[in-house]
């Protein structure tokens, strides 16, 4: 099962990386954030509940597993005027590592309780906050584990649409990541996200900001 897996991820995820490589660094703007990899889990099944607190979903009352965390930020374009009005979605593992993903052949648990894919706009500055929990890293061959990370994929008319992955600073796999370093060295940075506050803080909850910038048609 283990080399079936591996087998299914490094073919997916690979492939994704190959054409970031051949696509070379010209396809980055200075200020436009960098484009990742979609990969072979977006979500295909309609679900119910797609709100903005991926730790419960409505109608348990159980909630996800793992450390809750805040995210948010702002879309702009290149020279920093908001983009109000965007479509966002964001999806990722569970705390265990694994997508609630028919094609994802993670033999890790699933987790009942936990969303894992949320869609929403911007306002009209261009703001947007969820709260979701630190996925799990997880193998795609014996050599290589993907960090934690969270999908984006924003859109709206006049821009041209951006995927792209979000990373938590300080986890070790980032150093090794093919996909997070097939990003230009000077604009890696911008997709990994400090996480602040905690247990101390008056919401108890870790924040992160993550902004992101978009290239105009």
């Known amino acids: 099962?283990?080399?079936?897996?591996?087998?299914?991820?490094?073919?997916?995820?690979?492939?994704?990386?190959?054409?970031?490589?051949?696509?070379?660094?010209?396809?980055?703007?200075?200020?436009?954030?960098?484009?990742?990899?979609?990969?072979?889990?977006?979500?295909?099944?309609?679900?119910a509940d797609k709100d903005l607190d991926m730790t419960v979903i409505d109608g348990h009352s159980e909630h996800a597993l793992g450390e809750v965390v805040d995210v948010h930020g702002q879309v702009v374009d290149e020279t920093g005027v908001p983009v109000g009005n965007?479509?966002?979605?964001?999806?990722?593992?569970?705390?265990?590592?694994?997508?609630?993903?028919?094609?994802?052949?993670?033999?890790?648990?699933?987790?009942?309780?936990?969303?894992?894919?949320?869609?929403?706009?911007?306002?009209?500055?261009?703001?947007?906050?969820?709260?979701?929990?630190?996925?799990?890293?997880?193998p795609v061959a014996d050599e290589w584990s993907r960090p934690p990370h969270i999908h984006f994929k924003v859109a709206l008319r006049g821009y041209h649409e951006l995927t792209t992955q979000m990373y938590f600073g300080g986890h070790k796999l980032n150093d090794v990541d093919r996909l997070l370093l097939a990003v230009p060295e000077a604009e890696r940075g911008s997709l990994v996200v400090a996480f602040k506050g905690g247990a101390g803080e008056k919401s108890g909850v870790p924040q992160g900001k993550f902004d992101l910038v978009l290239r105009k048609v």
Not at 87 to 113: F, T
């Open 1 to 47: 099962m283990k080399n079936s897996m591996s087998m299914t991820r490094r073919a997916s995820i690979q492939t994704a990386l190959g054409v970031l490589v051949l696509g070379g660094t010209s396809q980055w703007a200075s200020a436009v954030t960098p484009a990742q990899t979609e990969g072979p889990f977006f979500p295909k099944v309609e679900q």
């Open 86 to 138: 965007a479509l966002v979605d964001v999806w990722q593992a569970n705390h265990h590592g694994r997508y609630a993903h028919e094609a994802d052949p993670n033999p890790a648990a699933l987790d009942p309780h936990f969303q894992g894919w949320s869609q929403f706009r911007t306002d009209v500055e261009g703001r947007y906050r969820f709260r979701t929990i630190k996925p799990g890293a997880y």
